[in-house]
T-cell receptor, first 115, second 113 residues
Framework: ETGVTQTPRHLVMGMTNKKSLKCEQH?????MYWYKQSAKKPLELMFV???????ENNSVPSRFSPECPNSSHLFLHLHTLQPEDSALYLC??????????????FGPGTRLTVL | KNQVEQSPQSLIILEGKNCTLQ??????????LRWYKQDTGRGPVSLTI?????NTKSNGRYTATLDADTKQSSLHITASQLSDSASYIC????????????FGSGTRLLVRP
């Protein structure tokens, strides 16, 4: 449960604000992910990083800007968001992006509300 | 199009009873199928994972089945407990891009005393 941590757990921001979400994994994994989870909808993959290099940008608007300074940390910088961006933002990590039976381990999420 | 559909959307059962959740998928080429449990306000936690050759996998009171021919899976919960109240998410990955997981919308289970 504590292998992947996220801060803050809750965030309320106006449409003109700039904020950042932080994720840290303590599992020695090489891959990290950002997901968006909206009510009653499946998780949506946003970004994937492997060894600090972005390998996936799933058609995410530019108001979301990821940063991966090292394999243990992942940030999601937010600016000029819209109310429809309100959701639970989940970070995950896995040993590698090769997939197979490699399990993704999720953090507790940041509940974001955009006013 | 790769899709995962789950039923029912929500379910209420009494403590101690059994229940079965369903998952149908159209993902191809199939790699593996996972069931995740997500408690309210928490991230999903993996319960089971099955590859093409496996048709059943247990984790305590949770038993998952997989029929790769009909592309169906089920999660059976035995002797339910209050702590089983959560969303259960079926997740499938394709052989050609295994890190791109295809998520179902989940079944929200409420166990009442």
């Amino acid at each position: 449960e504590t292998g992947v941590t996220q801060t803050p757990r809750h965030l309320v921001m106006g449409m003109t604000n700039k904020k950042s979400l932080k994720c840290e994994q303590h599992l020695g994994h090489n891959a990290m992910y950002w997901y968006k989870q909206s009510a009653k909808k499946p998780l949506e993959l946003m970004f994937v990083y492997s060894l600090e290099e972005r390998v996936e940008n799933n058609s995410v608007p530019s108001r979301f800007s990821p940063e991966c300074p090292n394999s243990s940390h992942l940030f999601l910088h937010l600016h000029t968001l819209q109310p429809e961006d309100s959701a639970l933002y989940l970070c995950a990590s896995s040993q590698d992006v090769g997939g197979g039976t490699d399990t993704q381990y999720f953090g507790p999420g940041t509940r974001l509300t955009v006013l | 199009k790769n899709q995962v559909e789950q039923s029912p959307q929500s379910l209420i059962i009494l403590e101690g009873k059994n229940c079965t959740l369903q998952c149908n998928y159209t993902v191809s080429p199939f790699s593996n199928l996972r069931w995740y449990k997500q408690d309210t306000g928490r991230g999903p936690v993996s319960l089971t994972i099955m590859t093409f050759s496996e048709n059943t996998k247990s984790n305590g009171r949770y038993t998952a089945t997989l029929d790769a021919d009909t592309k169906q899976s089920s999660l059976h919960i035995t002797a339910s407990q209050l702590s089983d109240s959560a969303s259960y998410i079926c997740v499938v990955s394709a052989m050609d891009s295994s890190y791109k997981l295809i998520f179902g919308s989940g079944t929200r289970l409420l166990v009442r005393p």
